[in-house]
């Protein structure tokens, strides 16, 4: 091996280091950025249980940050200390360290050597660190963590928390403590750390934030923000890019049409009132672009919004429904354009609005370069249609911020610029019929369409009905006085545009002859009808603003008769051999007969020397022709696709054009009239045939025009009273079912939720009316038709069923269904036979009293259904009953609500109650409930747990059965007592035993004798379990010793005492000696009760049972049995079961966790009177104790 290497020099001496010093070895503060990962690490965490407990701990203040912790003042001369003085406290320090080191040895030992308390693990309390304050949390873990980790909840377990209390279950929600923390974290920012308050504001405004949360709990967040900024005088820091990102991210959520009408309006509410208290930096929000971006995101119109005043929760506050949050921003973006430019005026919103409009209409706000058009037809974009809303909407809000100029003035000059180029194209006293398009030039023609838009969305804003200034005058005789001329020279220009482009819909070749084949649903087709429905909208808005313009109404009526005449003699007038020009020529006159009564036209019934069709006439002839598709070579110059969209454009005119004429067709005095009958249904069977081939755009006014014809006809079938002709069951049955069909065909296809929940309600207010209902009882019940199930001759209880069916996972069409039809059943206004007509539904109505709804996100708007509301009125064809649920009824209880209110409102059995109503609906129903629940009695140990379908169903019933308890009659009696003790056997919740008890002490007072035989067989047998014995003592207690004790007692004679009585007495007396103490307790009170009756009624019974003296006066001496015997005769004596068999009454329980209703029941009670008793006789005892020892 090689020889190791010379040692090397020592190295020079050192001083040695010194020792270290415990400053040298402290830790360092410890900030957020650590603590704040901890946090992280579990709110991020993959179980969404972890994540909901650590954000409920969060919220509440026990992980370490209280919004109710002490400000931290940092001293000024703390933050100016030299560094002289800092090195002489060092110095200090370092003095006192050897002599802390010593005492430390023996600092946890006295002298004696015990531990001191507090130090070295004694029992000495230490105490809760401080929390610290809410600003020491960053914004950045707000945004980016502790928001995010809320929103996953959405997704997985929800916000609701269950707490255990003394084993007591009480619920408990993340949603309002998260949003009090936003709340409190915003104010503390604001005093401690207002430098980051616009940091943390950028990031709940980013892209970012706002595209990566679910709609829900964005509104909840947004809902906290504008709280906290309202709570506070001081404005908000919001820049201009951080409103435009977040305007642009709102738009692409709301984009995807995921977004729920009321979530949606909530989120726009609450950013409105961000913006409304933001800080305006100098004009830096005063940008035209930037306000019209934002206006946009709100629906017209954004004023004027008819909100209903009745509408207030059951704590008297204003119900936050759609309209709430719509006028909330309209509220909140007048006050935000009233002080953009920082000085409150509305100066700048005026001159921005009126000088907008003007610039739209000469096309110098477009945000793209605009090129001349290829096609003759005005077309607006959406982009250009979105921009003219949101000037509309701008003007309107600054004629209400300010009060120089109002909105009218701002938009009607713009819109005469507009239409004034068009004027010389469309002349006032040009015949209306003979219009053909003019050929204009491209500039104009989108100057002129930009100014349709603004006076379209003017008129829907309401800001230029009337007279053009939002009045309306009227002469000394109350007659609406026409717009000024300019005004309806306007009018007419603007009709007279419209007009020719309906005409250039139908004609318009261009582009039309590539594609397929256009079927009934398609693009192209779409785009054709989606045009004509559109700009017949656009006169049928004309019309409502200006309901007393001459020149609307005289157009109207001169085209419609003009358009129908030449409708109806086009095949007898035509000479040309081209089929595809006649059809396309009956397609734009049905297309022109449309628009003329979409404004207003009315066709008046011919006079009797006038040659001109009458109403029904003209709708059998349009009824009766359809647009053919011509074969071959007759298309002539048109393609196959061209004609199929004509079709598809033709069937939304023929439908739109029939709902307006079907009405009309109305005559007074021919309820009898068979030609009329046969008419309206024609209607219904054509309406059926052409759901398929209806655009989705025509299938509302196809739906009105079937309601229309079945409003009429039902009408004519009351008036007629052909209900009583046994032979006209089938022609009945025939024209009701046409009807059904009709209206639930239309419907099947509908997908818009708000027109499927119109269309509902209109066809339950047809088809649901009291005297429809009971005529169709009536009829099969003359005819002989035994109901087996089948609904061949019962329409009326088909369409229910159907709408039954049709709800299974929407629970709003039933409560809707269920509202109309019992106010259906209620009443019959001939004879007063009140539920006669509800007979046949006795199997649904028993499922339904047992329904409950599944929840329902409450913000989707459109399935609030007014019907389905607490405290609402039932509007069926203009007859209002009075059938409404009391205003605390839960949400999940409207269907079976609305049946317990129908149930409790039938007379008396022994009043003026039907004796069918009574043996076939009441007698039926209750025995069907009580088989429902008897059906596992067998099963006496099986249980369910609470909430479960099992004990919803129980529990409703009960209820149910409970409201049903006056139509237990003698006839019924024996079964129903049978039936009732059999499921006492039954191992049930104390809440259902609630109501069983209460069922069957209204039982035994209306029949005593029946059911205390039953009473009796059941309290002396020797196999009860612990909860059918306390029943069993619960109803004897009330009977015997409670309020009810004197009307019970009242029915029996002497003999019945000797014997019924006497039978209780001696079933009771083994229950003195129960093991639980609840029933031994009761038993005691029953005995003391009955024991000096039977005694007195029959002597020589106390000579041979002596010992029932002994027992009684041991019961009635014994302090303690005697103060036990005061509480529960109180109790029994409070105790009050008529109030619960109430629908008001029986709404109004408190529900538990799971929705369903969590009275107080009796058990609990006693137990607590027995725990009185007890600590009562342990302080005696204590104090006995005492004074001996004294």
Same mark, same amino acid.
């Given at each position: ?94 003095? $006192? ?23 070295? !693990?004694?029992? !000495? ?65 604001? /005093? ?52 435009? /990102? ?137 982009? /250009? ?57 491209? $500039? ?273 079938? /009351? ?185 409790? $409102? ?17 007698? $039926? ?266």
């Amino acid at each position: 091996p090689p020889s190791a290497p010379p040692p090397s020099a020592p190295p020079p001496s050192a001083p040695p280091p010194s020792p270290p010093s415990d400053a040298s070895f402290c830790m360092p503060p410890v900030t957020w950025d650590w603590i704040g990962s901890l946090f992280a690490r579990i709110l991020q965490s993959d179980s969404p249980t972890l994540k909901k407990l650590a954000l409920y701990r969060f919220l509440i203040g026990d992980a370490g940050v209280s919004a109710s912790a002490k400000k931290m003042v940092v001293e000024a001369e703390a933050a100016a200390q030299t560094a002289a003085e800092e090195a002489k406290e060092k110095e200090e320090a370092n003095k $006192k360290q050897s002599k802390l080191r010593g005492r430390q040895k023996g600092k946890g030992k006295n002298a004696a050597g015990k531990k001191k308390k507090g130090a070295g !693990g004694g029992k !000495g309390k230490k105490a809760a660190p401080e929390p610290s304050r809410l600003s020491i949390v960053s914004p950045s873990f707000i945004t980016t963590v502790l928001l995010p980790s809320f929103d996953s909840l959405f997704a997985s377990v929800g916000t609701n928390i269950h707490i255990d209390v003394n084993g007591k279950v009480f619920s408990d929600e993340l949603i309002p403590r998260l949003q009090q923390f936003l709340v409190d974290y915003m104010s503390i920012l604001r /005093e401690d750390k207002p430098e980051l308050l616009g940091e943390f504001l950028d990031g709940l405004l980013g892209r970012e934030f706002i595209c990566a949360r679910r709609h829900r709990p964005l509104s909840q967040i947004y809902e906290a923000i504008a709280n906290a900024a309202s709570n506070d005088e001081s404005k908000l820091p919001l820049s201009r890019g951080t409103i435009e /990102e977040a305007a642009l991210a709102l738009k692409e959520t709301f984009a995807t049409g995921g977004t729920l009408h009321k979530v949606r309006e909530s989120i726009l509410a609450s950013f409105a009132c961000i913006l409304a208290n933001s800080r305006a930096d100098g004009t830096e929000q005063a940008h035209p672009p930037l306000v019209l971006g934002i206006l946009d995101l709100y629906q017209s119109p954004i004023t004027g919004i008819d909100q209903d005043d009745d509408k207030n929760d059951a704590a008297g506050s204003k119900k936050k429904d759609t309209n709430y949050y719509r006028e909330l921003s309209a509220k909140h973006l007048l006050l935000w354009l009233a002080g953009i430019d920082g000085n409150d005026s509305g100066e700048w919103a005026t001159s921005a609005g009126a000088a907008c409009a003007s610039a739209y209409v000469a096309g110098q706000l477009l945000p793209f370069q605009e090129t001349p058009a290829s096609s003759s037809r005005l077309y607006v974009g959406k982009i /250009e249609r979105e921009m003219g809303a949101s000037i509309v909407k701008l003007c309107a809000l600054a004629g209400g911020a300010s009060q120089r100029k109002s909105a009218s003035e701002m938009l009607w000059p713009a819109i005469n610029k507009g239409l004034a180029q068009a004027s010389p194209l469309f002349p006032r006293d040009a015949s209306v019929g003979e219009t053909t398009p003019v050929a204009m030039p491209s $500039k104009i023609k989108a100057s002129i369409a930009r100014a349709i838009v603004l006076l379209d969305h003017g008129c829907l804003e309401r800001v230029l009905n009337g007279m053009g200034h939002g009045d309306l005058v009227v002469d000394s005789h109350g007659q609406m006085l026409p717009p000024p001329s300019e005004i309806e020279n306007l009018l007419a220009t603007s009709v007279g545009v419209i007009l020719s482009q309906i005409r250039l819909i139908v004609g318009d070749n261009e582009g039309r002859g590539q594609g397929g084949d256009g079927a009934t649903r398609s693009g192209v087709t779409g785009e054709l009808s989606s045009g004509l429905s559109r700009w017949c909208d656009c006169l049928k808005t004309l019309c409502n603003a200006f309901p007393s313009s001459i020149v609307l109404e005289r157009t109207a009526n001169d085209l419609l008769h003009q358009s129908i005449d030449g409708f109806m003699a086009s095949d007898a007038e035509s000479e040309s051999d081209n089929e595809a020009s006649m059809e396309m020529r009956k397609a734009l006159l049905m297309g022109l007969i449309y628009a003329a009564l979409s404004c207003g036209g009315e066709y008046y019934p011919p006079a009797a020397t006038s040659d001109r069709a009458s109403p029904t006439a003209v709708c059998e002839y349009i009824l009766g022709c359809n647009f053919v598709v011509p074969g071959g070579d007759l298309g002539g110059e048109y393609t196959k696709a061209q004609l199929t969209a004509a079709r598809s454009l033709y069937q939304t005119a023929k439908w739109g054009a029939l709902s307006y004429l079907v009405p009309m067709t109305y005559v007074e005095g021919q309820a009898d009239n068979q030609d009329l009958r046969a008419f309206h249904g024609r209607v219904f069977d054509a309406a059926s045939d052409a759901v398929l081939a209806t655009p989705e755009n025509a299938l509302l006014p196809l739906f009105d025009t079937a309601l229309s014809a079945a409003r009429l006809s039902v009408g004519a079938l /009351e008036a007629s009273g052909e209900h009583n002709k046994t032979e006209s069951l089938l022609s009945y049955s025939k024209l009701v079912n046409s009807i059904v069909d009709s209206l639930f065909g239309v419907l099947s296809e509908t997908i818009h939720g708000p027109s499927r929940v119109y269309m509902i309600n209109a066809a339950c207010s047809v088809l649901f009316r009291p005297r429809l209902l009971i005529n169709e009882y009536k009829s099969n019940a003359e005819s002989g038709v035994v109901d087996d199930g089948s609904n061949d001759t019962w329409p009326i209880r088909k369409a229910f069923q159907m709408l039954l069916k049709l709800s299974l996972r929407k629970p709003h069409v039933r409560a809707a269904a269920t509202s109309y039809i019992t106010a259906g059943w209620g009443f019959d206004s001939e004879d007063c036979r009140h539920g006669l007509s509800a007979i046949p539904y006795r199997k649904d109505i028993v499922s339904l009293l047992a329904y409950k709804e599944d929840k329902v996100e409450d913000a989707a708007a459109f399935q609030n259904v007014a019907l389905a509301t607490s405290g609402s009125k039932v509007d069926i064809i203009g007859e209002t009953t009075p059938l409404t649920l009391p205003t605390d009824t839960n949400a999940q209880s409207l269907v079976r609500g609305f049946l317990l209110v129908f149930i409790s $409102k039938l007379p008396n059995p022994n009043e003026n109650l039907d004796e069918l109503v009574l043996t076939e609906f009441c007698h $039926k129903i209750i025995l069907d409930l009580l088989d429902s629940m008897s059906d596992n009695v067998k099963k006496v140990s099986t249980s369910f747990i609470t909430g479960s379908p099992e004990y919803c169903h129980k529990i409703r019933a009960w209820q149910a059965l409970c409201i049903l308890h006056r139509f237990v009659t003698a006839d019924i009696a024996e079964p129903v007592a049978e039936k009732v003790y059999k499921t006492m056997e039954q191992n049930l919740h104390g809440q259902i035993r609630y109501f069983q008890e209460v069922f069957t002490i209204q039982c035994h007072r209306k029949h005593p004798k029946v059911f205390l035989q039953r009473f009796v067989s059941e309290v002396r047998r020797t196999d009860l379990t612990q909860q059918h014995v306390s029943s069993l003592m619960i109803v004897g207690g009330n009977l015997i010793v409670g309020r009810y004790a004197e009307e019970f007692f009242a029915v029996f004679s002497k003999e019945d005492v000797k014997g019924a009585l006497h039978e209780v007495l001696a079933g009771t007396l083994p229950w003195l000696s129960s093991t639980q103490g609840f029933a031994r307790a009761i038993a005691q009170l029953l005995v003391h009760k009955m024991t000096p009756i039977v005694l007195d009624a029959d002597p020589d019974l106390g000579k041979t049972n002596w010992y029932l003296h002994t027992m009684y006066q041991f019961l009635d001496s014994n302090p303690d049995m005697a103060r036990l015997r005061k509480k529960q005769a109180k109790f029994f004596t409070e105790y009050e079961v008529d109030t619960v068999c109430t629908p008001e009454g029986m709404l109004s329980i408190p529900v538990d966790v799971g929705d369903e209703a969590d009275p107080v029941h009796l058990v609990q009670t006693i137990k607590r009177c027995l725990e009185d008793v007890y600590d009562e006789a342990q302080k005696r005892i204590r104090a006995k104790v005492r004074n001996g020892n004294k």
